[in-house]
């Protein structure tokens, strides 16, 4: 096929995606318009159950980003959340001829004679790819994930669709400016599609996490990887949802492993893993007991300067100490702009929900009487609420996976029933800060990865 037959596919392929997309989430969207739905009461919950449904049905990269969105706390109405946070994210497998074929694409036509064992039968099918248990000429387990065909097209015509619902939503409640959360959405999915780039992620992270023994990363096989596969060595563990109902010391012993497989590589390489789906991690164990959790998927890491974690140690130690000035300084490190007294006080709404379980020296839940689904939730409306009189406010893009992280691990947290001390633990992540340290950290482990420094930020 030449050049340009690729490209006329790849347009037609986009079109009919936008065509998709555009009449089942248009009309749901004109619904919305038209009754004013977005932050009104009235009919948002059965609206909120035919957008899900319209999107339910498209599978692929509108899901990730419809999941995504869910979890952000405020970005969109709770009863649309809830809705959206019900949307499953397997996609009909592609069967075993497809998948050969898309093997051949990738490794060529002697695919088979590179791999020991091959399983035509994804052991798990997601939105973008599936993946593979395979086994390596030496006898190694390996897991292959492979992604779908045409998948660029299909991103660019959801993140169209994506800028058309924040653009109503704009309209409808000014509150908090989303364009800049809509560009992070769109960068961090974009680089989702390039298994090379997780490659180097996982690289990253295995680094980073030599020193964590209850945090195991997978190997990379370079040679059996290309762009749209990534092939890593194969990590057993139950799911951990398993241990819900473990005694309390296994549950804080995953706890522990959880809160720093996040806090660690931010602290010591200003580097967090943004999608804390409960896939994406599994439980190990030794002599027959739980040790601690593999880290399984890489595409959604997000790379900070160095001064934006700083922001993140001075707010803590500015809420810890009541330093007003400090916490101020952090919020314009980050990039707020246009800050009064008001929007100040609103934006400690946040932090000291967010920061609270580190803030004080004692063993502790991550919260009381709240679900996973939950948490956050109630704060999110109070500073929403807030800003709709004081605001409005542009959230600086960086947040959008910061804050995603960590309402994700207190879900974590809230499932594990954790009882810890965090003051502690974070306190032990932070122990010797320093700006200069962080930054010759991150630039020796961004190397290690063959990552730029300029991807950062």
Not at 97 to 113: H, I, T
């Amino acid at each position: 096929m030449s050049p340009t037959d690729r490209e006329a596919n790849r347009f037609s392929a986009r079109a009919a995606r936008y065509a998709r997309v555009g009449a089942n989430v248009g009309g749901v969207a004109a619904r919305i318009a038209g009754a004013r739905l977005f932050g009104v009461e009235g009919q948002g919950a059965s609206n909120a159950a035919a957008l899900a449904q319209a999107l339910g049905g498209l599978k692929g990269p509108i899901m990730k980003v419809a999941q995504l969105l869910a979890t952000i706390p405020d970005v969109i109405p709770p009863e649309y959340a809830a809705e959206l946070q019900k949307l499953q994210s397997e996609a009909p497998p592609m069967g075993a001829a497809f998948v050969r074929r898309r093997m051949q694409a990738e490794l060529g036509p002697d695919w088979q004679k590179r791999f020991g064992s091959f399983d035509l039968k994804p052991a798990a099918a997601a939105s973008l790819g599936q993946v593979h248990r395979a086994g390596a000429k030496d006898g190694s387990a390996l897991a292959c994930k492979l992604q779908y065909p045409d998948m660029q097209s299909a991103v660019e015509a959801d993140l169209q669709q994506l800028q058309f619902v924040f653009a109503i939503h704009r309209r409808m409640d000014p509150a908090i400016d989303t364009r800049e959360i809509a560009k992070e959405i769109g960068a961090r999915v974009r680089e989702e599609l390039d298994y090379e780039r997780e490659a180097k992620h996982a690289v990253l992270y295995r680094r980073v996490l030599a020193d964590v023994p209850e945090v195991r990363v997978p190997t990379v096989w370079p040679k059996l990887s290309t762009k749209r596969l990534l092939t890593l060595g194969w990590l057993e563990g139950e799911k951990i949802l398993n241990f819900v109902a473990a005694p309390q010391p296994v549950r804080n012993r995953l706890s522990t492993a959880m809160f720093r497989a996040w806090w660690h590589p931010f602290s010591h390489a200003a580097v967090i893993h943004g999608d804390p789906h409960l896939g994406n991690y599994t439980v190990f164990s030794e002599g027959g007991e739980a040790q601690g959790i593999n880290l399984l998927d890489y595409g959604c890491v997000r790379i900070f300067p160095p001064a934006f974690v700083g922001g993140v140690v001075d707010l803590y130690r500015g809420l810890l100490h009541e330093d007003r000035q400090r916490m101020v300084h952090a919020y314009e490190v980050w990039g707020f702009k246009k800050l009064t007294n008001e929007l100040i006080d609103i934006l400690n709404i946040w932090a000291r929900f967010i920061y609270g379980p580190l803030l004080t020296d004692r063993v502790r839940s991550i919260a009381e009487g709240v679900s996973p689904a939950e948490y956050g939730r109630k704060q999110a409306y109070q500073v929403h609420m807030a800003l709709k009189e004081k605001g409005p406010v542009t959230v600086p893009r960086e947040f959008v996976f910061m804050d995603r992280a960590a309402i994700g691990l207190g879900g974590v947290f809230l499932h594990l029933k954790a009882e810890l001390n965090f003051h502690r633990l974070f306190e032990a992540e932070i122990e010797r800060f320093s700006l200069v340290e962080l930054g010759k950290r991150q630039s020796a482990a961004l190397k290690a990865a063959k990552l730029a420094p300029e991807s950062a930020g």
